[in-house]
């Protein structure tokens, strides 16, 4: 039997498999387990100071010698899950570059809405810019969070790993059981559509073991802003999430 095309060749199974991360990467509750632990390490070894902006918490890595300004970092977690607890591996290598970092909780969907959350992350960016300059990153719905912010303000640079810039799929996929947002609330929240006012150094980052769909709308979002694109080969979703730390992408940031 023929199944119904819902979003380019998926059909809905194919689809949501395609926005689901555990059908590409079974170590998944492995990688998920080495970023709180490397979270907790980097913690005993730096000292953050945990302060509060808002309803929630920031822990702030301090830089090591001449300050560069801020990074602020948004974790991952398909917009429901994960926290600054599980956030702060990449601090070690970008506080030695001279970077404070900065890795915020803040409100997860259901219990919150997208657009929330992104008011939220907004202020959060008010709250830093008397610090310095802000240099941008995030990883997976948090790069989408970081691209929707990028194109409302300018950041000293931004970095996107592994993320997703249109909803349209998303929201076709079985993500809208807890991502619920009308038509135009999607379209305001799809960087791809709004690529051309997306200012500042631009680097995009994916590895070539994630979903096709992760990788097709990181070389979508690539394509549409002419960034800086680094291919992780053999890579998958949750080990992209280290690449701001090290490699050719931590060079580019650091240099």
């Not at 059909?11 to 555990?22: G, N, T, V």
């Not at 948090?142 to 996107?160: D, Q, Y």
Request: glycine share 8%.
């Amino acid at each position: 039997m023929i199944q119904k095309r819902v979003w380019l060749d998926y059909d809905q199974a194919a689809l949501d498999a395609a926005y689901d991360q555990r059908v590409w990467a079974p170590d998944m509750a492995e990688w998920l387990a080495r970023y709180r632990a490397d979270t907790a390490a980097a913690r005993r070894a730096l000292g953050p100071e945990t302060l509060s902006y808002g309803p929630h918490l920031l822990d702030l890595y301090p830089a090591k010698g001449a300050p560069r300004g801020v990074h602020l970092h948004i974790h991952g977690g398909a917009w429901r899950a994960q926290s600054r607890d599980d956030s702060g591996f990449l601090a070690p290598a970008l506080t030695a570059a001279g970077y404070a970092v900065a890795v915020p909780d803040f409100s997860l969907l259901p219990g919150r809405r997208l657009p929330d959350v992104v008011a939220e992350l907004r202020d959060c960016v008010g709250w830093l810019r008397s610090r310095g300059p802000i240099h941008l990153s995030g990883h997976s719905s948090g790069a989408h969070l970081a691209a929707v912010l990028a194109t409302e303000t300018e950041f000293a640079s931004v970095t996107l790993v592994s993320g997703v810039y249109d909803l349209e799929p998303v929201l076709l996929s079985a993500r809208r059981a807890y991502v619920t947002l009308d038509a135009t609330e999607a379209a305001a929240l799809s960087p791809l559509r709004h690529a051309a006012r997306l200012r500042g150094r631009l680097r995009l980052a994916w590895g070539t073991a994630e979903s096709p769909e992760f990788i097709r709308q990181s070389e979508a979002m690539a394509a549409a802003t002419g960034g800086d694109a680094f291919v992780l080969p053999g890579v998958n979703h949750f080990a992209a999430a280290y690449a701001p730390a090290q490699g050719a992408l931590h060079a580019a940031l650091t240099a």
